[in-house]
């Protein structure tokens, strides 16, 4: 077993301590700021899913596409015999795309969120019958003992959604070696990662016309007062959705429309009118800016796909 693998941060207890850390430590700065990863409660999570099908969220189409597409090759590249390990418990579309595409020796979902895990594994066995597959709960941002069972298996990693953009480069840079670490030596990983276009695509990308993306932005302030007792006034804040060009990324702020004052857990906090905090950065990356992440989180590049518009890539790289 892992030191590094304790399940103390994945009661519920643990989780509220530590939303409520980071939601009154980002309050404090000068520019606040909520790590993003708290946007997704079970209202977030489904508004997330909507915001999958919209119009001019074109990702997670553009990613199935070269799925679909491209089977033949990543069987080719990637060979059978692998278990695959999803960091993140996999998506009805995406992941039997691929399975069904390789011929592997397992499937091996890593969620931190053991509901949504043993949903996603259960669908899954029913749809591959032959197929060996091992849940494991656990946050993968460390280290995973993964199950006994595939220990003899080289292992396929696999990280779609450009999830990786989430992260700052330091902490994407860290998970890399983590996911390393956790796969083993003659692992490979496959990693989807959005690609840098027009900031007007983008932006509608983040702000679309029916607001569903302002809705996912918003809960993160209702979802506040709910599990901290606190008064934001929601109808004085407005999602906004910017591409910051010198960081390659897209950020998502909730911008004060009047003064606003308010309360969380006890603590007394200010939002001047534009004042904003900072829900979440989704990085878009270059070939280049791609493979150099790669490369600083100890894995090589060997093979790129896009999808036939070029929007988005999936990089099979090498430990
Ligand atoms: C999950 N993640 C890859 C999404 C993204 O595109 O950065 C989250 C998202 N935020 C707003 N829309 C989608």
């Keep these: 077993a892992d030191p590094g693998l304790s399940l103390v941060d994945f009661d519920s207890d643990g989780v509220d301590r530590a939303f409520r850390g980071d939601v009154l430590d ?10 993003a990863r708290w946007l ?39 060979g059978p015999g692998r278990a695959v390990v999803e960091f993140g418990s996999g998506s009805s579309v995406k992941t039997p795309l691929l399975l069904e595409a390789i011929a592997p020796a ?25 197929l060996p597959v091992h849940p494991v709960e656990a946050d993968f941002m460390r280290k995973v003992a993964l199950p006994d069972a595939v220990e003899g ?14 992260m700052v480069p330091r902490t ?7 996911m390393r670490a956790t796969l083993g030596p003659d692992s490979k990983l496959l ?10 695509v983008l932006e509608a990308a983040y702000d679309d016309a029916a607001g569903v993306t302002a809705q996912f ?5 209702r979802r506040i007062n709910r599990e901290l007792d606190g008064t934001i006034p929601v109808d004085g804040l407005r999602h906004v959705a910017r591409w910051n060009d010198d960081f390659a990324r897209v950020e998502m702020h909730l911008e004060a429309q009047r003064d606003l004052s308010f309360t969380v857990a006890g603590e007394s906090f200010a939002l001047a009118q534009g ?5 979440e950065n989704s990085h878009k990356f270059s070939r280049r800016s791609a493979n150099a992440l790669l490369l600083a989180g100890e894995w090589t590049p060997v093979r790129r796909w896009k999808d036939s518009q070029g929007r988005f890539s999936l990089i099979l790289a090498e430990a």
Excluded: C
């Design 191 to 200: 990693i989807g990662m959005d690609l840098i276009k027009d900031p007007a």
């Design 172 to 178: 994407a840079v860290n998970l890399l070696r983590t």
């Design 40 to 78: 997704y409660d079970d209202a977030g999570s489904e508004l997330f899913e909507d915001i999958t099908r919209l119009d001019e969220y074109y990702p997670t189409r553009a990613e199935t596409e070269i799925l679909r597409q491209r089977g033949a090759e990543f069987a080719q590249e990637i």
């Design 106 to 130: 397992a499937y091996v979902p890593l969620d931190i969120a053991g509901d949504f895990l043993r949903a996603a594994a259960r669908d899954l066995a029913a749809k591959f019958p032959g």
């Design 153 to 166: 298996d080289p292992k396929l990693g696999f990280f779609p959604g450009s999830t990786i953009g989430n």
């Design 275 to 279: 004042e904003t905090i900072h829900t």
């Design 26 to 35: 980002g309050l404090r700065q000068p520019q606040k700021a909520i790590p």
């Design 217 to 221: 932005n918003l809960n993160l302030a």
